[in-house]
């Protein structure tokens, strides 16, 4: 995947939701749990989630049911379906409601978590080209920053660095978070890099006498502000 991720499990099997939430939770993800259709149906409404696993078989509202009526409020949420259902007919009839792509238990989290990150390329890739909050207008295609009428000018390293806090806005990322998605697995994770790059951002984009858009969360890492502050 391209970053940490608020996913949501929607599976009525305690052992399995628990053995993904403990996989994912190590990996840095944020993880819902519902047990049940029509709790996870509400809870797949919430803009936060940015993926979902669906098991087909559910108490009060079928999976099935849940995905179509899914598709009608959020087109583009990627959902990847997870079912002990391993008939082609299934298969089909999943992909056609709606299902970006389809798993059938027992599974290994491994492959599991290979067909989450092609699901989190592909919605990267179709997501729309500019981030707006707290009134920064962040354009991806033309690589520019906008706030109240004025444009920065941002070195390709502070460009990427708010990218990434703009794309998790009002969501603590940790410095390793912000390392690895930014810089790259192999930089030295000692290394004092975000804190200088998070300072040379708020001296362009944060307004003078107000509190950072990039707010501190002390002990963890940062977090950008999804309301002004």
């Known amino acids: 995947m391209t970053g940490p991720m608020h996913i949501l499990i ?22 819902s749990i519902a047990d049940s259709g029509g709790d996870g149906l509400d809870m797949a409404l919430d803009p936060s989630v940015e993926l979902v696993v669906l098991d087909l078989t559910l108490p009060v509202l079928d999976g099935q ?70 009134g920064v207008r962040l354009d991806l295609h033309a690589r520019k920053v906008e706030a109240d009428g004025t444009t920065f000018e941002l070195s390709a390293r502070e460009f990427a660095l708010l990218a990434y806090l703009m794309r998790h806005g009002g969501r603590v990322m940790t410095r390793t978070q912000i390392l690895d998605a930014v810089w790259g697995f192999d930089f030295d994770p000692l290394s004092n890099v975000v804190d200088v790059y998070v300072r040379y951002l708020r001296r362009k984009i944060d307004r003078p006498g107000e509190e950072s858009l990039i707010e501190t969360v002390r002990g963890t890492g940062y977090r950008f502000r999804d309301t002004p502050p």
């Open 65 to 134: 049911e849940v995905l179509v009526r899914l598709r009608q409020e959020r087109r583009s949420l990627p959902v990847l379906v997870l079912t002990a259902r391993d008939g082609l007919d299934e298969k089909v009839r999943a992909l056609d409601g709606g299902a970006d792509d389809y798993l059938t238990k027992p599974f290994a989290l491994d492959e599991l978590l290979a067909r989450m990150r092609a699901l989190s390329r592909r919605s990267d890739q179709s997501a729309a080209d500019v981030i707006e909050l707290s």
């Open 10 to 31: 929607i599976e009525d099997d305690d052992r399995i939701s628990s053995f993904l939430q403990r996989g994912l939770t190590d990996r840095g993800h944020q993880v």
